[in-house]
């Protein structure tokens, strides 16, 4: 298949889960990453920081034997694990670096925060930052050796140019960045940081999205553009305020766009570009930048993340109990493995069973299926001979 161009959105899901050994009851939490396509909704991928293929001694024990602890982390033979002692130094730092919500007033002191929480990772030695880009970990863990996946690349040979929406993460910006650098700068890959506010009241959104709307109609009025159509109206309104909406925030002086048209979905958001290769403004003109600006969302994998839960009791926001100091989630799996495969199990039925308010299915509006699939279609499948 053959696209002029991609817009991918990527973000990551934590998943808690139950003790699995009563002498040791604590609980874990794995992450998925996955990326949906902006325009079909398609789930790309999703990668889960779990391997119940390893075992957390054997690789001690060869890590060990191969003196991996004395290498720097990207020549050594396991350099895509975490090693127990780097694990746990790294769960210190990060309890001690994530930010709290109390005391923020706004998104934009939520951006200066997480860019604060990077510089200090980024700062760390033995693989304690977010950046180690794939790590797994084995079934009988305790706590994950936490991986940070991206979508193969086996997808883009028929892709002109793709655009990347991410979540603010380093981590996250790390795998995309390193896995597309030619095409960064070859100018056929963009990628954009998209930061929302989480937590917003109803009645909050609405009156943000009321005086949104009262800015564009006062600015259609005054030029004269009653005669456009709404997304023609708010390029225009961009092209116009380019240069008046972005800000520097974080240690590296990142510019951030306050996105002026909020909606009920993501009523506060900010924009950051991350890949332009001029330093004193973007590689694109106002108006191909405003272009690319209106498109940058997260919404169609928080919406697969929201249905995820929604749909499957497994990983539903959990209901807890706890007794001396541990928590019992009543709904999570004791398993990761479980976790995982329902993950992808759900994945699948996302893309080609579960029919929008289109008729139509994320696979048929990609062009992969002419029709909605059945889940027996699926599970009695078998290619011919």
Not at 94 to 111: H, Q
Not at 120 to 138: E, F, K, V
Not at 358 to 364: H, L, N, S, Y
Request: charged share 25%; proline share 4%.
């Amino acid at each position: 298949m053959a696209f002029d161009r991609m817009y991918i959105c990527v973000d990551r899901m934590d998943q808690i889960i139950n003790w699995s050994n009563r002498a040791d009851k604590r609980n874990i939490t794995i992450q998925a990453v996955a990326s949906a396509d902006l325009k079909s909704s398609y789930v790309l991928g999703l990668h889960v920081n779990y391997d119940d293929t390893l075992s957390k001694d054997d690789v001690t024990f060869a890590a060990i034997e191969c003196a991996d602890h004395e290498k720097p982390p990207p020549f050594r033979r396991f350099a895509r694990l975490w090693l127990p002692e780097e694990y746990e130094k790294a769960v210190k730092l990060a309890k001690g670096n994530v930010p709290s919500t109390e005391g923020m007033g706004s998104l934009d002191d939520w951006i200066e925060a997480l860019s604060h929480v990077a510089t200090l990772s980024n700062r760390t030695i033995q693989g304690a930052s977010g950046n180690r880009l794939a790590m797994a970990c084995s079934s009988t863990l305790n706590t994950p050796f936490t991986r940070i996946s991206f979508t193969s690349r086996a997808f883009w040979p028929g892709v002109g140019k793709v655009r990347f929406f991410l979540d603010q993460e380093s981590g996250i910006r790390a795998a995309c960045l390193s896995a597309f650098a030619d095409e960064v700068l070859a100018k056929t890959c963009d990628a954009f940081y998209v930061s929302i506010s989480k937590g917003v009241t109803k009645d909050r959104a609405l009156a943000l999205v009321a005086e949104s709307q009262r800015k564009l109609n006062k600015y259609v009025e005054k030029f004269g553009y009653e005669c456009l159509h709404l997304q023609e109206q708010r390029r225009q309104y961009l092209k116009d305020h380019m240069h008046t909406l972005w800000s520097q925030k974080g240690k590296w002086r990142d510019r951030w766009l306050e996105y002026p048209f909020p909606n009920m979905a993501e009523p506060e958001k900010r924009v950051c570009y991350l890949t332009s290769l001029k330093a004193d403004w973007f590689d694109y003109d106002d108006e191909h930048l405003a272009n690319l600006l209106l498109k940058a969302t997260l919404h169609p994998i928080d919406r697969f993340f929201m249905q995820t839960r929604r749909k499957t009791s497994m990983l539903e926001r959990p209901n807890t109990s706890s007794s001396v100091g541990r928590r019992w989630y009543g709904y999570s799996a004791y398993d990761p493995a479980m976790a995982a495969k329902m993950l992808e199990i759900y994945r699948v039925y996302y893309n080609f069973v579960k029919i929008g308010d289109d008729c139509k299915t994320p696979a048929m509006r990609l062009g992969l299926a002419k029709g909605p699939c059945t889940v027996e279609d699926i599970i009695y499948y078998s290619p011919e001979p």
